[in-house]
């Protein structure tokens, strides 16, 4: 199954308590929460390249699977991590963060990230 395509930001929860655990400021938090992000994701074999667009912001990451890449957190800071792909599932811990990406049925993308007690989920839809 290809993680490969556009994904919409459908829903998320727990994004206020997460955004200010991982320390964004309370504008930024704002701004963001309404926001339907989009999720591009290119696969090639085992390299990878995301691109994350929410509104004006767009994040870039490239990574080789198994291989240690720079990765840009949510806060924008740049961690050196080694993504892992278990069958539909990409893992990758930044800093105290574990990051899973789940691919489900082909058109449904979940990221959860978890700090502590803390869960951030977001569900995207493949768009057409």
């Known amino acids: 199954m290809s993680f490969g395509g556009k994904y919409q930001l459908e829903s ?3 994004f206020v ?3 200010k655990a991982v320390g964004l400021p309370d504008d930024l938090i704002e701004k963001g929460k309404d926001i339907k992000s989009v999720t591009e994701i290119e696969e090639n074999g085992a390299q990878f390249k ?3 667009t929410t509104g004006a912001k767009v994040m ?3 990574f080789t699977i198994g291989q240690e890449a720079e990765i840009e957190s949510l806060t924008g ?3 050196k991590a080694v993504v892992n792909k ?4 990409l893992k990758t811990v930044l800093n105290k963060v574990t990051s899973v990406t789940e691919l489900l049925e082909g058109n449904t993308l979940i990221d959860t990230l978890t700090l502590g007690s803390l869960v951030y989920k977001r569900t995207s ?3 057409a």
Not at 86 to 89: L, P, R, S, T
């Open 77 to 79: 800071e740049k961690i």
């Open 17 to 19: 308590e997460f955004m």
């Open 60 to 62: 870039v990451n490239s």
């Open 86 to 89: 278990e069958g539909n599932k």
């Open 12 to 14: 998320q929860e727990g």
């Open 125 to 127: 839809k493949r768009m």
């Open 50 to 52: 995301v691109t994350v």
